[in-house]
């Protein structure tokens, strides 16, 4: 299975500053998503990193707010700009070994919990 | 409505005691299924996966059923360690694009 890491781990902002979130995969994977998820809440798909290409963001996500870069196959950043408190989270790396099955496994980072003071 | 609902509970459950709850779907179209454990402050983790003709993996017991358009998840003999919450995900499409519902918390006591 694949091994997702994340760093930060942790870290406490202050608003109107940004962040830079690496994820790092041992293998090279097709599919990388990026998740947040908020205090008492399930995760919401911020967006799929795409290789070489702009990210594809979901509903309510845009590429200002949140810039991301797939330089290659195994390795991902997620920015978020321009903090406020309510982008107090955690984010999640995760990537899909075997897209093409319809019982592909989802595996994740272990998180980047990110407080917004 | 949400696309992937739970009945957040918690579901505070004896120590060796069976307890099974529900996940429902609104995408007739969704290809597959899963249950994932969180534990408290950490990520997600693939508990197993759901397949048409139901599956078993030691205690756990999963199910499906597209009629009714929704998921089921049974655990036998429950042990502290079961206590998590359990996320039903279902994936919408082929090649990603998986759906989360909120969870359902699992407390197990002496």
């Known amino acids: 299975s694949a091994v997702i890491s994340q760093k930060p781990s942790r870290d406490i902002c202050q608003r109107g500053t940004s962040l830079t979130i690496q994820c790092q995969v041992d293998?090279?994977?097709?599919?990388m998503f990026w998740y947040r998820q908020q205090p008492g809440q399930s995760l919401t798909l911020i967006a799929t990193a795409n290789q070489g290409s702009e990210a594809t963001y979901e509903s309510g996500f845009v590429i200002d707010k949140f810039p991301i870069s797939r330089p290659n196959l195994t390795f991902s950043t997620l920015t978020v700009s321009n903090m406020s408190p309510e982008d107090s989270s955690i984010y999640l790396c995760?990537?899909?070994?075997?897209?093409?099955?319809?019982?592909?496994?989802?595996?994740f980072g272990e998180g980047s919990r990110l407080t917004v003071l | 409505r949400k696309e992937v609902e739970q009945d957040p509970g918690p579901f505070n459950v004896p120590e060796g005691a069976t307890v099974a709850f529900n996940c429902t779907y609104s995408n007739s179209a969704s290809q597959s299924f899963f249950w994932y454990r969180q534990d408290c402050r950490k990520e997600p983790k693939l508990l197993m996966s759901?397949?048409?003709s139901g599956n078993e993996d030691g205690r756990f017991t999963a199910q499906l059923n597209r009629a009714s358009q929704y998921i089921s998840l049974l655990i036998r003999d429950s042990k502290l360690s079961d206590s998590a919450t359990y996320l039903c995900?279902?994936?919408?499409?082929?090649?990603?694009?998986?759906?989360f519902g909120a969870g359902t918390q699992v407390v197990v006591t002496p």
């Open positions: 759901v397949y048409s």
């Open positions: 995760s990537v899909v070994e075997q897209p093409e099955a319809n019982t592909g496994e989802l595996f």
């Open positions: 293998s090279q994977v097709t599919m």
């Open positions: 995900v279902v994936n919408k499409f082929n090649r990603g694009k998986f759906q």
